[in-house]
């Protein structure tokens, strides 16, 4: 068989090759077409096309045989593999360039299983008409699922936890949460893991099964309001009613703290030096809630230095062992005589 019988016999693959490389020429465009934080999308439909084409020339090298022939498998697999990385560049025009233009923002979890859904359906309708049932065959290997199925249980695990986070709507991208001892907003729900970021700009995978067993702290639902806590000690000569006065006219107005819910403040605790007030206010801008937070207890100094309220160091009493007495105020530092001695 010459060179030019054997082209000739590749033609699907020639079809194959031309199609993956107009397809994977086309992916840098919508990429640039996706809004900005999309454009990570599309890996799987450039893999795919890649391999295809890839596929299709080892078919034109090797040449189109007649029968069951390498060149012939290698074709069909190539067909398959192409099928499957245009159902891949379908979703990211369908997912994160229309239905993104339009605001509709459908979950990359269910985004997957559709695109999934739809290749697999190709998949075995393409291999039925080249007359192999793939299901039958899947169906009837019983002891090839149930070792499959604990291999993979696990992951099947995380699997359906994320299925249950889509479909509870307890957790969604954007929301603040707290797991255990990690604090960041959602960015992606996947098929294993839930990514989130930190405050400090790290990146955080949850498996999804942790999410649905454990406990989980959110604090964008369900308005998305987060109250705080700021307690600060004042001198008991001050009458409660003005101390409680002075800071929530301080905390009027703050950046970022809400007039509604009001705050409220009152005498939390009373300590060996001073009344313990609590004042409690609501924020709705949860990521900026130390910078909030920092601004208030600000605001709160100022106030109490203008209107005279005394934040007292707490004061004992020391006996040495000569029976002489002194005061002293206890620091974070340690314990410094009030009289300057050792």
Known sequence: MTIG??????????????????ALLAVPVLRRLVPRGRRHRGKGAVLFLATAA?????????GGMAGASLGTLVQIVSVLVLGVGLVA???????DLVLARLGVDVPSIVRDLLLVSVAVALVMGFLRLAGLDLFSLVTTSAVLTAVVGLALQSTLANVFGGLGLQLDRTLGYGDWIEVGNRVGRIVEIGWRSTRIVTKDGDTVFVPNSELVAGEVLNFSRPTGTHRMTVRIGFHYRHPPSDV???LLAAVRGAPGVLDQPPAECGPRD???SAIVYELRYWIADFDRDTVIDEEVRSRLWDAAQQAGLEIPSPIITVISAG????????????????????
């Open 54 to 62: 890839a596929l299709s020339l080892t078919a034109i090298v090797i």
């Open 270 to 272: 009373f300590g060996e």
């Open 89 to 95: 560049l379908a979703g990211l025009v369908l997912f």
């Open 5 to 22: 019988d054997r082209l000739q016999g590749a033609g699907p693959a020639w079809i194959v090759l031309g199609l993956a490389a107009l």
């Open 323 to 342: 029976g002489e007495t002194f005061l002293a105020a206890r620091r974070l530092s340690g314990t410094i005589p009030a009289d300057g001695g050792d």
């Open 244 to 246: 409680a006065r002075v």
